[in-house]
Nanobody, 114 residues
Framework: QVQLVESGGGLVQPGGSLRLSCVDSGSIFSSNVMAWYRQAPGKQREWVAS???????NYADSVKGRFTIARDNPKNTVYLQMNSLKPDDTAVYYC????????WGQGTQVTVSS
């Protein structure tokens, strides 16, 4: 059974940084795509960034140049480095893995506020 566990969320001031981690209890090497999504209060879940098995990355326009996604296959972990955070980045961030079907983590809260 696939289990994804996120960590690294918290409260940060505007302009600050956070790094989210997502550990796959199995092997992320078997994941064709690893991705981060987020859901702000009252809004639909939206895609943030993704990385393929061979390391090709893509980003939503709203985070391009500020966020970086990376995967560490030996550690079965995918990261989301978030810099220059804005209040609009406040959301629950979810890790997702495509292994035939999409699997989701439980989410970690990120709050950007002064």
């Amino acid at each position: 059974q696939v289990q994804l566990v996120e960590s690294g969320g918290g409260l940060v001031q505007p302009g600050g940084s956070l790094r989210l981690s997502c550990v796959d209890s199995g092997s992320i090497f078997s994941s064709n795509v690893m991705a981060w999504y987020r859901q702000a209060p009252g809004k639909q879940r939206e895609w943030v960034a993704s990385v393929t098995k061979v390391g090709i990355t893509n980003y939503a326009d709203s985070v391009k140049g500020r966020f970086t996604i990376a995967r560490d296959n030996p550690k079965n972990t995918v990261y989301l480095q978030m810099n220059s955070l804005k209040p609009d980045d406040t959301a629950v961030y979810y890790c997702a893995a495509l292994k035939g079907a999409w699997y989701w983590g439980q989410g970690t809260q990120v709050t950007v506020s002064s």
